[in-house]
T-cell receptor, first 110, second 117 residues
Framework: ELKVEQNPLFLSMQEGKNYTIYCNYSTTSDRLYWYRQDPGKSLESLFVLLSNGAVKQEGRLMASLDTKARLSTLHITAAVHDLSATYFCAVDVYGNKLVFGAGTILRVKS | DVKVTQSSRYLVKRTGEKVFLECVQDMDHENMFWYRQDPGLGLRLIYFSYDVKMKEKGDIPEGYSVSREKKERFSLILESASTNQTSMYLC????????????????FGPGTRLTVT
């Protein structure tokens, strides 16, 4: 059974600081997704990572995938309040079935 | 843009009632999914469908059934609602499994918050 572990589960950080969210998974996969969810809203796709070594960047967020280590990271650079949300990683197993991590609640304090 | 819509944003039902949650996508996607979201557990897959009238169980199918009579519509049915089915339900769709890897990306609807009392 595939397990996806995110850490930390809760992250409170000051504006302007950098931090990394980690996503570890327990079985082979070369497709991993990062989603953002604002309170009361649905999931918004952030990044699609499709191969080992893939790196994607959008604004202050950068995601990477190491399939050999079964690890993805979401790096936040110079955080701003607008980045406050819950972030999920999801690993795509056979048949397009996604297994999600528990989510990381990010709060950026000014 | 892909649009996935769900019939209700909020729903309150009584224990034992039969509950229908409807999901519609407008991009001719082949695949559709139902998840439930609970705090600290992330999203868990209930059922999914690769084609009209096709369905497969996900990780937590007990107490649920689904129906897909038309390509654009995927319904989740709670045959006899129970309080432990109080949750946020999210529908998603993806284009196909036979194309590029990017076609696997799932797009989510706004969610239905169901409360069973």
């Amino acid at each position: 059974e595939l397990k996806v572990e995110q850490n930390p589960l809760f992250l409170s950080m000051q504006e302007g600081k950098n931090y990394t969210i980690y996503c570890n998974y327990s079985t082979t996969s070369d497709r991993l997704y990062w989603y953002r969810q604002d309170p009361g809203k649905s999931l918004e796709s952030l990044f699609v990572l499709l191969s080992n070594g893939a790196v994607k960047q959008e604004g202050r967020l950068m995601a990477s995938l190491d399939t050999k280590a079964r690890l993805s990271t979401l790096h936040i650079t110079a955080a701003v309040h607008d980045l406050s949300a819950t972030y999920f990683c999801a690993v795509d197993v056979y048949g397009n079935k996604l297994v999600f991590g528990a989510g990381t609640i990010l709060r950026v304090k000014s | 843009d892909v649009k996935v819509t769900q019939s209700s944003r909020y729903l309150v039902k009584r224990t034992g009632e039969k509950v229908f949650l409807e999901c519609v996508q407008d991009m001719d996607h082949e695949n559709m999914f139902w998840y439930r979201q609970d705090p600290g557990l992330g999203l868990r897959l209930i059922y999914f469908s690769y084609d009209v009238k096709m369905k497969e169980k996900g990780d937590i199918p007990e107490g649920y059934s689904v129906s897909r009579e038309k390509k654009e519509r995927f319904s989740l049915i709670l045959e006899s609602a129970s309080t432990n089915q109080t949750s946020m339900y999210l529908c998603a769709s993806s284009l196909t499994l036979s194309g590029r890897a990017t076609d696997y990306e799932q797009y989510f609807g706004p969610g239905t918050r169901l409360t069973v009392t």
